[in-house]
């Protein structure tokens, strides 16, 4: 969790940028990542660049059910009897679809705050109408009330069918192929020390 909050803290502005940048029209607000990244800070301060940064830190949490997840369904598919592949896939892909689904809510939030009071098309972007004369720590909680009053519970899992598509076969494949390599590179170290000691020996 601390790995994932200091390398979330180091990055967090980059997504801010990112999503503004996607939410523009053509170029009518930032000409660029640079540009957009020095007029957010020109017009708010660095916390202009950490937008949505608690709400989203709350994703880390993810972090803990992902790794139980892949380390749950692996325990159990050894105890099937299934190889370290097939293992490493279904665990990834089990571990993925928790971790989303726990994301996603968050991400949606946090995605809101982001573009607020955003200038695009010469109006400023608020889509839920919420009062942006509220403190920052307020935002988050009249987001989720107004999204949860127009959409219900559905609402908080915008995107959630793209994610899955997204980031499920992406935690398979990484893990599958995490330990097709891991076996190489241990018999590759092996065959090394074997023809070191021969050589050796010689």
């Known amino acids: ?8 803290c180091a990055l967090f502005p980059l997504t801010v940028i ?4 996607q939410v523009q029209f053509k170029n009518d607000v930032y000409k660029g990542m640079i540009d ?12 202009g660049l950490y937008r949505g940064f608690w709400i989203s830190s709350f994703q880390i949490v993810s972090g803990v059910f992902y790794i139980s997840t892949y380390e749950g369904v692996r325990h159990i598919l050894t105890q099937k009897g299934c190889g370290d592949k097939v293992k490493a896939v279904f665990a990834g892909g089990a571990a993925s679809l928790v971790g989303q689904t726990i994301i996603v809510p968050f991400d949606v939030i946090s995605q809101h705050i ?16 919420i009062n942006t004369a509220v403190r920052k720590s307020e935002l988050a ?5 107004e999204i949860f009053r127009r959409d219900g519970p559905s609402g908080f899992y915008r995107g959630y069918t793209a994610s ?9 494949l990484w893990w599958g192929f995490y330990h097709v390599y891991q076996g190489r590179i241990y018999f590759l170290l092996f065959l090394n020390a074997k ?4 050589s050796n020996n010689r």
């Open 1 to 8: 969790m601390l790995s994932s909050f200091s390398v979330r």
């Open 18 to 21: 990112k999503t503004q940048l």
């Open 36 to 47: 957009c990244g020095c007029k957010i800070y020109q017009a708010e301060g660095v916390r």
């Open 114 to 129: 982001m573009v607020l009071g955003m200038n695009a098309h010469g109006q400023k972007i608020n889509p839920l109408g």
């Open 141 to 145: 909680v009249q987001i989720a009330k």
């Open 164 to 172: 899955l598509l997204a980031y499920v076969p992406n935690s398979a």
């Open 195 to 198: 023809l070191t000691q021969f």
